[in-house]
T-cell receptor
Framework: NAGVTQTPKFRVLKTGQSMTLLCAQDMNHEYMYWYRQDPGMGLRLIHYSVGEGTTAKGEVPDGYNVSRLKKQNFLLGLESAAPSQTSVYFC????????????FGPGTRLTVT | DAKTTQPPSMDCAEGRAANLPCNHSTISGNEYVYWYRQIHSQGPQYIIHGLKNNETNEMASLIITEDRKSSTLILPHATLRDTAVYYCIVRVLTSGGSNYKLTFGKGTLLTVNP
């Protein structure tokens, strides 16, 4: 079991560029989440999904879009990157049948210049 | 979800018990207390959770006061690898329609010293 994996690990974007972050989990979890973490802060929820084909907004959704076309993948898109989106992005998944533990990926460090 | 208050930082000597406090005075009857930790630059890791009884697992113990307004996470024999930010989170655990999302504060930076 690889658990939760994230691609890429690091990325530098120029303002206005677009990119997609990929989260994949091999645990057959129904729920998936995207968080961002700024220096010295806790994680903030961007978007989440309770199942294939469904997504919902979290605490800080502006500037991001998501898609969950396959149960094992949750994509986070930045259509026009801004310096304020410089952050570390974490993906997580959760088993609806045992919802006590969210499993987190290793993170993607994104810098927007 | 109820708000939690944690000290920003704590120190502990290696081999000693680390006791991390958390206040959650507005907790509701159906809200659980969860603890996660985040070792530098890694994704958070689940530690333990509880409702009102004390809980213990292979990683830690969780002591919840009788009025449930505060709790303490105990690492019985702290090691250098336990140096991390520890998050106390209060969350409703319900079935059917719940999104089970977590709300993270700034947590407590525990530094275990040799």
């Amino acid at each position: 079991n690889a658990g939760v994996t994230q691609t890429p690990k690091f990325r530098v974007l120029k303002t206005g560029q677009s990119m997609t972050l990929l989260c994949a989990q091999d645990m057959n979890h129904e729920y998936m989440y995207w968080y961002r973490q700024d220096p010295g802060m806790g994680l903030r929820l961007i978007h989440y999904s309770v199942g294939e084909g469904t997504t919902a907004k979290g605490e800080v959704p502006d500037g991001y879009n998501v898609s969950r076309l396959k149960k094992q993948n949750f994509l986070l898109g930045l259509e026009s990157a801004a310096p304020s989106q410089t952050s570390v992005y974490f993906c997580a998944s959760l088993d609806r049948g045992s919802p006590n533990e969210q499993y987190f990926g290793p993170g993607t460090r994104l810098t927007v210049t | 979800d109820a708000k939690t208050t944690q000290p920003p930082s704590m120190d502990c000597a290696e081999g000693r018990a680390a006791n991390l406090p958390c206040n959650h005075s507005t907790i509701s009857g159906n809200e659980y207390v969860y603890w996660y930790r985040q070792i530098h630059s890694q994704g958070p890791q689940y530690i333990i959770h509880g409702l009102k009884n004390n809980e213990t697992n292979e990683m830690a113990s969780l002591i919840i006061t009788e009025d449930r307004k505060s709790s303490t996470l105990i690492l019985p024999h702290a090691t250098l690898r336990d140096t991390a930010v520890y998050y106390c989170i209060v969350r409703v655990l319900t079935s059917g329609g719940s999104n089970y999302k977590l709300t993270f504060g700034k947590g407590t930076l525990l530094t275990v010293n040799p």
